[in-house]
């Protein structure tokens, strides 16, 4: 062999060498990236599983309909609602499981639903094969023909049985105690009637004997007794009258632009024997003299409510004073606080509670324990809020917001 023939041999022997590493290499190349394809593979079949999973064991039932309604798949939930075998399911028409009294409606909204179904939803009856009547809801969405082979709606069928029956429940329920409290109301009114007619008769007979000046004093202390109760009996009688009435909506308001001053300058007029009695400190701390809407009538019997319970629950020589605030939402808050004797933390829920008195020395104080509660429902009826803070033998602040009059 000569030098040249050797030298040829020797180039073609590195050429095959330097292809068996670069075969080698795809090889290897071609390895991993089936390795990765298989790795792949399987993670695709455990997300489809995992995805199957929760598929069939939604709490919602899924169908699959073409745009004949056929079913394409459905899951188990679905299966389960109408009690038919999952493995049956298949190729039937989805009407196969529609109530007589929605197959109208559901063909007549079909096309249109499976033409555009975002944003819509259908409300319709199932049957089961067991006859039973189950109210759905329907909500679709469009899946590409890629996917599915086809267009296709995937519809989501919601068992709202139990809430409608639920909704149904309650309709019921608000209706009973509409009537019961409408009876209640009927009641409170005719009875506060017939008792006043006597009561009235009482009275004036007390009076009258309470004029007499032949009548011995202890014989005088019996008939102011009488008096006293008689007053007291008769001030409960025209609250509840006044809770009836508001219960069944015939208390009328006029709303109108009213100066607070005015109104709060009116209330502290009728206070103020009680306030000149116990010898309270009556002040006023008024930003300006806002315009609230609200009825002036109303407003005034709100103010007085307040002011009176703070005077006749206050320490002697004691404060009052009011005060008010603009807060958000073009409210005014009108506060009244006083000096008294507060209230515990565990009556704080009672304290709009009818015929609940929580205060210290209640038994020595005259009042009926509703106009707190003809207070709230008034602040209310006038679009207004009131609450109230209030610390334990350090006093009390009572509150009511009330909707400002735009200039």
């Known amino acids: 062999m000569n030098a040249d023939s050797d030298s040829e041999y020797q180039r073609v022997l590195h050429d095959l060498q330097v292809h068996q590493v670069e075969l080698q290499m795809q090889n290897n190349q071609l390895q991993e990236a089936e390795n990765k394809l298989l790795t792949s593979y399987q993670e695709l079949q455990q997300v489809n599983e995992l995805f199957s999973q929760l598929y069939h064991l939604s709490p919602i039932g899924y169908v699959m309909l073409n745009d004949k309604a056929i079913i394409h798949n459905a899951n188990k939930t679905f299966s389960q609602l109408v009690k038919f075998p999952l493995n049956k399911i298949n190729h039937l028409h989805f009407v196969n499981f529609i109530h007589e009294d929605s197959k109208t409606l559901f063909i007549t909204r079909f096309h249109a639903f499976f033409k555009a179904p975002e944003d819509k939803q259908l409300e319709i009856f199932l049957k089961s094969t067991d006859d039973k009547k189950i109210i759905v809801n329907l909500k679709a969405t469009l899946i590409s023909a890629n996917i599915a082979g086809g267009f296709h709606l995937l519809v989501s069928v919601d068992d ?89 909506g015939k208390v009328d308001f006029h709303t109108e632009k009213l100066s607070i001053q005015h109104i709060i300058n009116g209330a502290c007029l009728l206070i103020s024997p009680s306030v000149r009695q116990k010898q309270i400190t009556l002040t006023q701390c008024l930003a300006k003299d ?118």
């Open 290 to 407: 806002y315009k609230v809407l609200a009825d002036a009538m109303r407003l005034k019997q709100v103010l007085l409510n307040l002011l009176s319970n703070a005077v006749k629950y206050n320490r002697p020589q004691g404060r009052v004073k009011i005060t008010s605030t603009l807060c958000a939402e073009y409210y005014l808050r009108i506060s009244i606080e006083d000096s008294g004797f507060g209230i515990k933390e565990e009556d704080y829920a009672r304290v709009f509670e009818p015929f609940s008195r929580i205060a210290h020395n209640k038994s020595e104080i005259e009042g009926t324990g509703v106009g707190l509660m003809i207070t709230q429902k008034l602040v209310e009826a006038m679009n207004g809020r009131i609450g109230f803070a209030s610390q334990y033998q350090v006093g009390t602040t009572f509150w009511i917001e009330l909707p400002l009059a735009q200039n």
């Open 160 to 248: 709202i049985t139990a809430l409608k029956q639920a909704e149904q429940e309650a309709q019921q329920a608000r209706e009973v105690a509409e009537k019961a409290n409408q009876a209640k109301s009927e009641f409170l009114s005719r009875m506060s009637h017939e008792l006043r007619t006597p009561l009235n008769a009482i009275l004036g007979f007390g009076q009258l004997l309470a004029m007499d000046e032949n009548i011995a004093p202890d014989e005088q202390e019996d008939i102011r007794h009488i008096l006293d109760a008689g007053n007291h009996l008769l001030d409960l009688i025209n609250e509840v009258l006044d809770i009836a009435k508001i219960d069944a």
